[in-house]
């Protein structure tokens, strides 16, 4: 088993604000991820372009695309409108994203049981209006890179 203890000094580097009250409430598998976090291997951004798109309100449109480094979303990449209705479902792929890396996965694209997001308008056929849907991807980027679109260095050890 990983050092607990390495997780628990990433965490507090990244929030120093945080008293060790709330540091002892923080679960195994989130120390593990912080302890590994700043391991090459983590560093992908998750790439979602449009492949459908009908009545979307929002004007996303076939080929447009959302970037995501983490759950942040990186507006320069970014091609689609910003629209919460269809960034929230990709946020689950980060997360299977995450703990598909924690497992031991080589390659997170081979492994996707499930490599759509659909946003949550339901569309025209059942009640709603617009639908778009995105086929998503995982890319292979640098430290440097994978920082510096988060707007911080968040969990990236320094030395």
Not at 63 to 87: F, Q, W
Not at 100 to 116: A, Q
Not at 136 to 153: D, I, L, M, Q, T
């Amino acid at each position: 088993m990983e050092n607990l203890s390495e997780g628990r000094k990433v965490l507090k580097s990244a929030f120093p604000d945080m008293p060790e009250e709330d540091l002892n409430k923080v679960i195994p598998g989130i120390n593990r991820w912080a302890a590994r976090y700043t391991d090459e291997k983590f560093q992908y951004k998750l790439v979602a372009e449009c492949y459908y798109s009908q009545y979307c309100g929002a004007g996303i449109k076939v080929g447009d695309k959302l970037v995501m480094y983490g759950a942040v979303v990186d507006r320069a990449e970014s091609t689609a409108p910003l629209c919460a209705l269809a960034i929230a479902p990709l946020v689950t792929h980060f997360w299977s994203l995450t703990d598909k890396i924690l497992l031991g996965v080589e390659d997170p694209n081979l492994e996707t049981m499930h490599p759509v997001s659909v946003c949550l308008d339901t569309g025209i056929e059942d009640g709603g209006l617009g639908q778009v849907k995105f086929k998503v991807s995982f890319v292979k980027v640098s430290k440097e890179e994978f920082a510096n679109a988060r707007g911080r260095s968040l969990l990236i050890k320094e030395g």
